[in-house]
């Protein structure tokens, strides 16, 4: 199994521009999240999907957009980049229910100059 | 916010120690889980314990929890170069809905 698919790995975008981070899983799960790492900071959670078709915001949805027309698919957009957004950003998906760990993707490193 | 908090920040042993992590956290939870991190890599799940348990095992890793203190802490038993690692707690809220709020890490180093 792949597990969760990230693309692209690395991506370095100018300010106001959009692009789509790409997450893929092939592990049948309901749960979907986006976390972005910043030095000194842990993960912190952007929007995540109990199931397709349903999405809410994380801590620090500001500046992005998801949607979840698939169970495998969960994309994220970010509408107008900005320096702020420069991180490393995972996408992560775990059972329905709770009591499951997670599975994480390998990440993407944005630069936003 | 962040919801848990490791302590040390940084941990640097030699191999075959024993590495002891801490994480607290603020909010009632439906479980806590410890991730590890390799350098520029993915988190990895490492393991998960219930609000209701106490302790838990796997391989070289012990897990406690205290309910009462908000607390739990990682062992990791003898410690080998590649358990280098940065390792995260978080931790799943019993809202009904599964996320999980992680902590900032601690930075385990393992020299040989």
Redesign the interface.
């Given at each position: 199994n792949a597990g969760v698919t990230q693309t692209p790995k690395f991506q370095v975008l100018k300010t106001g521009q959009s692009m789509t981070l790409q997450c893929a899983q092939d592990m049948n799960h309901e749960y979907m999240s986006w976390y972005r790492q910043d030095p000194g900071m842990g993960l912190r959670l952007i929007h995540y999907s109990v199931g397709a078709g349903i999405t809410d915001q994380g801590e620090v949805p500001n500046g992005y957009n998801v949607s979840r027309s698939t169970t495998e698919d969960f994309p994220l957009r970010l509408l107008s980049a900005a320096p702020s957004q420069t991180s490393v950003y995972f996408c992560a998906s775990s059972r329905q229910g709770g009591n499951y760990g997670y599975t994480f993707g390998s990440g993407t490193r944005l630069t936003v100059v | 916010?962040?919801q848990g908090e490791e302590d040390p920040q940084a941990l640097s042993i030699q191999e075959g120690e024993n590495a002891t992590m801490n994480c607290s956290y603020k909010t009632s939870i439906?479980?806590l889980?410890w991730?590890r991190q390799n350098s520029g890599?993915?988190?990895?799940?490492l393991i998960?314990i219930?609000s209701n348990e106490r302790e838990k095992h796997s391989g070289r890793l012990r897990v406690t929890l205290d309910t009462s203190k908000k607390s739990s802490s990682l062992l990791i038993t003898a410690s080998r170069a590649a358990d280098t690692a940065s390792y995260?707690c978080?931790t799943?809220g019993d809202s009904?809905?599964?996320?999980?709020?992680?902590?900032?890490?601690t930075m385990l180093l393992v020299s040989p």
């Open positions: - | 916010s962040q439906n479980n889980q991730y890599r993915g988190l990895v799940h998960l219930r995260f978080a799943e009904g809905y599964s996320t999980l709020t992680f902590g900032k890490g």
